[in-house]
């Protein structure tokens, strides 16, 4: 079913007010006047047969008789006299009903009939409304002439009503002229008001079309009523957070690419080195020194992808699995120190001293991630710091939570590598012989690990040289000491 427009809705409700306000006062205001104007009329008649029945009284009847045929001339040539004056007809009845004399003329008719008439021969006040012979509507008043105590007579006063018709008709027509510009305006402030009412609407749907059809900057521009505003402003705020999102697509889109190329370099070098020297042995004639040493480099290239694998691997197991670590209370300086004991061949080999001080405080997480985080450290820091070199492993708790650093004696980071030292794949000395280092993928796992216990990592320089690594985690509200058993 097609919708009707605001502009169309606005339209009949307002016309709908407007016309039965309109009409509704006007058949009021008419049926008021009308009645006004019929009630004035019927005092008029009221008074002037009041009015002749006292001077009939008076100077005919002085004498306390009955209305009769005598007295007939006399009265008729009374109401003729006032005849021009008078816009009603008068009559004059006898006793019986029967006129004496009539203003209007045709004397001798008998009204004795009228309910009015009736009334006022037995002494009250009558009135009546009914058609003439000519069609028209008219009031009768009827009151008693009394001599005495005795009535003589009727006083009969009539008019039509046309007059009153005729003005009625008059307002009439101006009242239809008035309602007719009444809805003239109603319709113009319809369409004014629709017009206010839904701009903001359809520049609203034309904004979301265009957003919709890929323009992501297309945005509206709150104005009209405040709940267009509102909506405006949710519409840009839904646009704000959908463009964000989508970027965040994108990025996400170009790291995805980039981890993959850069994994299928990191594959490509090993790779090819076992090739050479798998090719060099199959052509044979190689000396068994260089027999040895190229069994040597195809072992260490292949444990290198093996610990590509298991990096990239373990990455994988942290990301992909967003807090779902097995959380636990974690002595901290016990981790470190386990670390240190499983990499003290390592440390041995390198004649680099590893001292594990400081407090021990407990944090909350997972105790085999948070010994590879200060193993990933410390195989970095033992690696740069120069034989007989000495690196620390300090732990603290503070107000703001627990840090443990690793400081080196190594050559330090440069300036421009710092900010990127966490990436993945990143080296700072590509220059280095790759097979004392990693991927470049152990300090991106250290990160995420600290990442996941809501935790900050750091690398800097220290001023005395060498670097310093600070892990800062959010420390556990000591526990009450609970009553064993
Ligand atoms: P890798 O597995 O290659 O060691 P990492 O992610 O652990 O990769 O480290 C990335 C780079 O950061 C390293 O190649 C190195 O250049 C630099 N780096 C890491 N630790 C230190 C340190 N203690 N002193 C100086 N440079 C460091």
Do not use: C
Request: hydrophobic share 45%; net charge negative.
């Amino acid at each position: 079913m097609p919708r009707t427009s605001i502009r169309t809705r606005l339209l009949v409700a307002l016309l709908a007010v407007a016309v039965v306000a309109a009409v509704g006062l006007s058949a009021y205001f008419l049926r008021e006047l009308e009645s006004f104007a019929l009630r004035k009329l019927e005092e008029r008649l009221h008074t002037q047969a009041r009015i002749t029945a006292a001077l009939v009284a008076e100077t005919i009847l002085a004498d306390g008789r009955s209305l009769d045929d005598r007295d007939a001339a006399a009265i008729q040539r009374a109401l003729d006299a006032s005849a021009p004056y008078a816009a009603s007809r008068m009559r004059v009845l006898d006793a019986r009903g029967t006129v004496l004399a009539d203003s209007g003329g045709e004397p001798g008719t008998s009204y004795a009939d009228r309910r009015e008439v009736r009334a006022a021969l037995a002494g009250e006040y009558g009135a009546a409304t009914r058609i003439t012979e000519r069609g028209r509507v008219a009031l009768y008043v009827a009151v008693p002439i009394k001599a005495g105590d005795e009535i003589a007579g009727v006083s009969y006063a009539s008019s039509t009503t046309f007059s009153i018709m005729s003005l009625l008709s008059d307002y009439r027509t101006r009242l239809a002229m008035v309602v007719a510009a009444f809805i003239a305006a109603t319709f113009a402030l319809a369409e004014l008001l629709a017009r206010w009412l839904s701009r903001p609407l359809t520049g609203l749907a034309e904004t979301a079309a265009r957003f919709a059809s890929g323009d992501h900057s297309a945005r509206a521009v709150p104005s009209g009523s405040a709940e267009t505003e509102a909506l405006a402003r949710a519409f840009n705020a839904m646009a704000d957070e959908v463009e964000r999102a989508i970027a965040e697509l994108r990025e996400e889109e170009r790291r995805k690419s980039r981890f993959v190329s850069d994994v299928s370099h990191e594959l490509r070098t090993p790779l090819t080195a076992i090739r050479g020297a798998a090719e060099t042995l199959l052509d044979g004639d190689v000396s068994e020194d260089d027999e040895r040493q190229f069994l040597a480099t195809i072992v260490r290239e292949a444990d290198r992808l093996t610990r590509l694998a298991n990096d990239l691997l373990t990455l994988q197991r942290i990301e992909g699995a967003t807090g779902e670590l097995p959380l636990g209370r974690v002595r901290l300086r016990d981790a470190a120190e386990r670390a240190a004991e499983a990499l003290q061949p390592l440390t041995e080999a390198r004649g680099v001293q590893v001292d594990v001080t400081g407090d021990d405080p407990v944090v909350l997480g997972d105790a085999d991630r948070l010994q590879q985080v200060v193993a990933n450290l410390l195989d970095n820091a033992t690696r740069v710091t120069p034989e007989g070199g000495r690196v620390e492993v300090r732990i603290s708790e503070g107000a703001d939570g627990v840090t443990l650093e690793v400081l080196d004696e190594g050559p330090g980071i440069p300036e421009d590598a710092l900010p990127h030292v966490f990436e993945r794949f990143f080296r700072a000395q590509t220059s280095r012989d790759r097979s004392t280092g990693g991927a470049g993928l152990g300090l991106a796992i250290v990160a995420a690990i600290v990442r996941a216990h809501a935790g900050v990592v750091t690398a800097a320089n220290r001023p005395e040289g060498g670097s310093v690594f600070a892990v800062r985690l959010p420390s556990l509200a000591p526990r009450r000491e609970e009553p064993e058993g």
